[in-house]
């Protein structure tokens, strides 16, 4: 073994977005890289075929001028789709679809639009709404706004800076993406292959232990020596189990989940319907997005912030009957109660300057990515930045 490392490979556990996208940009800057994921690649980025539709787990926009696409762009990444089928787009108000407050929406999207986010710094939505001079139903508008943008019900506890970001980046176009969000993991996956990486399925990481220069990741049937360590595991605790000495990463902030039901229709009639007075949206993927048969239609219900399984589930069948869609219509369907999306919303008075660092401390050559590191972006666009930046520094220690 060379004293300083450089002839040992770069590991990175995790095969989502995050680990995916580290472990293509250490591999195209030169590093031998080995990415161990313990089930498939892609993680919540995976798209499911059922009966012929393909499910994302839940609804899945790409911003298209968010961190996240520009990280895919430097990758190589292509991401074709379809913008979302906002021109029909109806309001949940009251318990039933009712025409779209586009006039009101227009005010609210006026008022936005000029925010500098980095004014807000230390206060939540809910109070940059408040002091805003939106009331009543204006308010109730720009509140599902700053929901559908960033899955946070609670918009007390969400940064302003986040949601004004999030509002304004939707603004310059979101994508539903051909063939789903599996187009981004294959996309990954082919960067980092054509750059060397070697990517092991089934393969779970269990501890990193040793040194600088020496690290050894402990898999379930070997151990690795690493020069450099990428830990996009997911969850802050379990990126923590990993590291026996190392930080906990206890998140100030909860984590940000949805329940979501996915369906699989017959017809291709289902519209855009954002719920004003509910934190609930239904959103059909397919058309526009080519992820259903001929003829069919693909759409995500969303219900952010859950309560019971059985009432959510209830809630949004009930929300897609107030729609038009009938038990007969439905193909195939998929309810998933407690989805993760976002592992750690940060406080509004730290906003996202407030999440742990991708370097770990005390630990030269070791570097975490996910949804919940480093000071860019929200929600995918956290992981991919994170994870480009990760790869950087990772092969910076071997190249
Ligand atoms: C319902 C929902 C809607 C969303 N909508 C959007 C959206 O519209 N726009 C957007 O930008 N983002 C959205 N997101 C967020 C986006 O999907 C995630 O940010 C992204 O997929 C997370 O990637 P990740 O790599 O950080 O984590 P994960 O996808 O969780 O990947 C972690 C990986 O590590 C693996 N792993 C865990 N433990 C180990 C171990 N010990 N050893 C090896 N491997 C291990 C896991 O199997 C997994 O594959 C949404 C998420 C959800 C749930």
Sequence with gaps: MHANGRNLPVVVAGAGLAGLAAGATAALAGARVIILESSLAGGRARTQKCDGFQFNEGPRALYQDGAGARVLSRLGVMTPGH???????????????????????????????????????????????????????AAMVAAAA???????????????????????????????????????????????????????????????????GAW???????????????IAVGRPAAAARLLPAGPQ??????????ACLDMGLRHADARFVLGIDEPLYMSPHAPPGDLAPAGCGLVHLLRYGPTKPAADRDQLWAFASATGIRHDDVVV???????????????????????????????????????????????????????????????????
């Design 83 to 137: 913008p979302a089928p906002l021109q029909t787009a109806r309001a949940l108000i009251g318990g039933a679809p009712r025409p779209f407050p586009a006039a009101q929406y227009a005010r609210v999207i006026a008022q936005m639009s000029p925010v500098v986010p980095g004014e807000w710094a230390g206060a939540s939505a809910a109070e940059w709404i408040d002091s805003s001079g939106l009331r009543g139903d």
């Design 146 to 212: 700053v929901r559908v943008t960033t899955y946070v019900a609670d918009l007390d506890r969400l940064p302003a800076s986040v949601a004004i970001t999030q509002v304004q980046t939707s603004l310059r176009g979101v994508s539903y993406l051909d063939g789903g969000w599996q187009s981004l993991v294959r996309g990954l996956t082919s960067t980092a292959w054509a750059a060397g990486a070697e990517i092991r399925q089934h393969g779970r990481v269990e501890q990193v232990t040793g040194r600088p």
């Design 249 to 258: 990463w206890e998140p100030p902030g909860p984590p940000v989940l949805a």
């Design 333 to 399: 369907d998929r309810f998933l109660p407690r989805m993760t999306v976002v592992n750690h919303l940060p406080l509004p008075c730290e906003g996202l300057t407030g999440r742990p660092p991708v370097v770990v401390p005390g630990s030269p050559g070791v570097f975490i990515a996910g949804d919940w590191v480093g000071p860019d972006g929200w929600l995918a666009d956290c992981s991919l930045s994170s994870g480009e930046r990760a790869g950087q520094l990772a092969a910076r220690v071997v190249t």
């Design 216 to 230: 050894e990741v402990h898999t379930t049937s070997d151990v690795i020596q690493a020069a450099a360590v990428v």
